[in-house]
């Protein structure tokens, strides 16, 4: 209950005075609920820049959203949703586990191949 009337109240902030940090952050919060995007919306930063107040969000594990909300009208005049680039890891991550296989199954068909040639035993003096 504590929390809708919270709501509430950053909502209808009065219209002279203008929002806080934490009243932009749900005007944010919102905006990106109507979008779609329902659960694991997590604030990081906000920052006011001129007249727009900049909101940094989280949504889920790999994706960032950026909201751009004016001071004076509370109006959103820019947003931007973000997906993180994946860091790549060495080895493990430059090769998939479909490739490997591939990779691992030509070989054995190769040494098969050559054995049935009977090149195999020239090679390795069998």
């Known amino acids: 209950m504590a929390i809708a009337q919270q709501r509430k109240i950053l909502r209808t902030q009065p219209e002279g005075k203008n929002p806080n940090a934490e009243h932009v952050t749900s005007i944010a919060i919102e905006f990106l609920k109507k979008l779609g995007n329902k659960h694991g919306i997590k604030p990081k930063k906000v920052s006011l820049k001129g007249e727009l107040y900049v909101v940094e969000l989280e949504i889920g594990k790999n994706t960032t959203a950026v909201v751009q909300i004016e001071v004076q009208t509370r109006e ?21 586990p479909k490739v490997l296989i591939m990779i691992f199954g030509i070989s054995v068909a190769v040494y098969f191949v050559l054995e049935l040639l009977d090149v195999v035993s020239l090679l390795f003096g069998r």
């Open 76 to 96: 959103i005049k820019e947003y931007e949703i973000q997906k993180k680039e994946k860091e790549e890891s060495g080895f493990s991550s430059s090769f998939s």
